[in-house]
């Protein structure tokens, strides 16, 4: 049987990286394939070229053994390919049917836009693939796991047929990334073909047909889920053995580093996001902040790290009133910040990466005398932590805005933890890493802990969360309904806490439930 779609050959450099070396890859029709591999492995390259974003420097694309040139977005789309982004592209003031018709809009003889039919078709793709959306409904009203049904009725409203997920689990609860892989199989069933990128091991193993490894810009093997295991994949990924489960015993917990009273944070838009907060966290412990994305924990961690204003309450961080201090003074007093936005918030993206790992003591010595940066100590620093922090980059003089996402996330962990703290800030830590490096991550944010640090983690990761705190925190539409010590505490009873709903009894984990990280 042909393969749906084909890619030969593929070969893409760029200054100093080889991203694809000569990868082929085939997909056939209704199958589900994984596509698996560290940061900087090539893995979004080759999405990118067959989605038309970049032009391959060798080989070819075959879409039902016909050959194809695919030179923007919009000739994929016109090829049946289709990709559902990580970060949603949606509109939320735009109901469902607007945001779908948007770019392929429908319109009556007169040139208004017919609502009417376009609504009738996207019901139709909504009960034919079981997604179960309201074509009237608002965008901003609905969970997160809806919105990224909308973002797959966008491709199917205009028939693709290859579908690419970009780490699709990403923002959801347990709950929501089981009903998206019921959806995936629905979808397979009714002939559609998946490529599948993600960095969770389980989710490879429970919904894929066939798993393909790139390590390197190379493809190292493919295997199918029945001959494999997470230890098997991690391995194949990385090139060495890889220990999933972090070694952490019981914290012992001392003074008390961060206290928060009674925050409460408003947006842009004066709506309170973060409403009447109270928490404290003390030396040697992990709290552990657990919630879908967007239900205040971005505000209350930009209001901790001195990047947004309170509306009211106190922060006391290292027993000083630190609530309108600013950034470089909430730094001075001991803190580290890996922010969720590492472009935005944790990184100068035209600045070389020597530069990066300097950014919160370039002032100081050795890095300064007076005015003048010692460009000699900031480049010996820089040799040292990439190496120590496995980051991927032809140069330290390398602009920081090069670097996969990943690698540049390990620009931000090398920065942040390679200094004396007390107090450290993660949001979404692990963000787009790979398995070694999250267990590398893992690893030095519970070395942190046992020294005397006080870590507030912030992740919608659920798994994350159970594996490395000591207690567990649920935010939810800005209010934290709930702490609880992560001792026999399932993952479903705090799955049931981040979608708001407060069962009247713990739910315990099985006899069998092991934790593994977000692998």
């Known amino acids: 049987m042909t393969p749906i779609l084909e890619l030969r050959g593929i070969t893409k450099s760029f200054p100093g990286v080889l991203a694809n070396d000569h990868i082929n890859l085939s997909l056939n029709q209704g199958e589900i394939l994984a596509l698996l591999g560290e940061n900087g492995a090539g893995k979004s390259t080759l999405m990118n070229i067959l989605y038309g974003l970049y032009q391959p420097d060798e080989g070819e694309i075959l879409i039902n053994g016909e050959k194809v040139v695919i030179n923007s977005p919009t000739d994929a789309i016109k090829h049946g390919i289709g990709m559902v982004h990580q970060h949603f592209m949606l509109i939320p003031v735009f109901t469902v049917t607007e945001n779908v018709m948007l770019g392929d809009e429908a319109v009556k003889q007169a ?11 996207i019901l139709d793709i909504s009960n034919k693939y079981n997604l179960a959306v309201d074509p009237d409904s608002y965008v901003r009203d609905l969970p997160v796991g809806v919105q990224q049904r909308v973002e797959i009725i966008k491709l199917l409203y205009r028939d693709a047929e290859i579908l690419i997920f970009d780490e699709p689990t990403a923002v959801l609860t347990p709950q929501e990334a089981d009903e998206l892989f019921l959806i995936m199989r629905t979808l397979v069933q009714q002939g559609k073909s998946i490529i599948f990128i993600t960095h969770k091991l389980r989710e490879v193993l429970a919904i894929a047909d066939r798993i393909m490894v790139i390590r390197r810009g190379t493809v190292v093997g493919e295997t199918l889920p029945e001959n494999s295991d997470k230890n098997t994949l991690a391995s194949m990924m990385v090139g060495r053995e890889v220990n999933l489960v972090v070694d952490k015993r019981a914290c012992h917990p001392g003074e008390v580093i961060c206290e928060v009273q009674n925050m409460v944070v408003a947006d842009k838009f004066q709506n309170i996001v973060v409403d009447d907060v109270s928490f404290e966290i003390r030396a040697g412990e992990i709290l552990g902040l657990a919630g879908v994305q967007g239900n205040g924990q971005t505000e209350l961690v930009e209001a901790l790290t001195g990047l947004q204003h309170m509306v009211s309450g106190k922060v006391t ?11 470089r003074q909430i730094t001075e007093l001991g803190s580290a910040h890996v922010p969720e936005d590492r472009q935005a918030d944790g990184l100068v993206l035209p600045f070389t990466v020597a530069e990066n790992l300097v950014l919160c003591s370039y002032y100081k010595q050795p890095y300064a005398k007076g005015i ?26 390398t602009s920081v805005g090069s670097l996969s996402g990943g690698n540049q ?4 962990i090398a920065r942040e933890l390679s200094r004396p703290i007390q107090f450290l800030v993660a949001s979404q830590p692990t963000r787009g890493l790979d398995v070694g490096s999250i267990e590398y991550i893992h690893k030095r944010i519970v070395e942190k802990r046992d020294e005397g640090c006080a870590i507030l983690l912030v992740s919608p990761e659920l798994d994350e969360i159970m594996e490395l705190s000591d207690r567990i925190a649920v935010m939810y539409r800005g209010q934290l309904i709930a702490t609880v010590e ?11 806490l981040m979608a708001g709903v407060v069962p009247e009894t713990p739910i315990e984990p099985a006899a069998d439930h092991v934790i593994e990280a977000t692998f």
Do not use: C, W
């Open 317 to 327: 961080l290292m027993g000083e009133d630190a609530s309108k201090f600013s950034p």
């Open 409 to 412: 996330q390990k620009v931000i």
């Open 486 to 496: 992560n001792k026999g505490i399932s993952k479903e009873y705090i799955g049931l």
């Open 372 to 397: 003048v940066l010692q460009y000699n100590h900031i480049l010996q620093n820089a040799e040292k932590l990439i190496k120590d922090f496995d980051i991927r980059t032809p140069s330290a003089m």
């Open 111 to 121: 040139g208004f836009l017919d609502r009417p039919r376009a609504a009738k078709r």
